[in-house]
């Protein structure tokens, strides 16, 4: 959850951020899915 609030996701994996850096960066962690998500590429333990 982390990560995704400093990329500017919701807890669905909307998009909330205001940052353009933020969807430059965002396919290191996340994978753009359908309806406009982004899911986990992995889960880091």
Partial sequence: ???AGEHG???DGHYNGTSDLQLERMNV???HASG???VPRAVLV
């Fill in 1 to 3: 959850q982390t990560i």
């Fill in 29 to 31: 962690y996340f994978t």
């Fill in 36 to 38: 406009d998500k982004y």
């Fill in 9 to 11: 996701l919701d807890g």
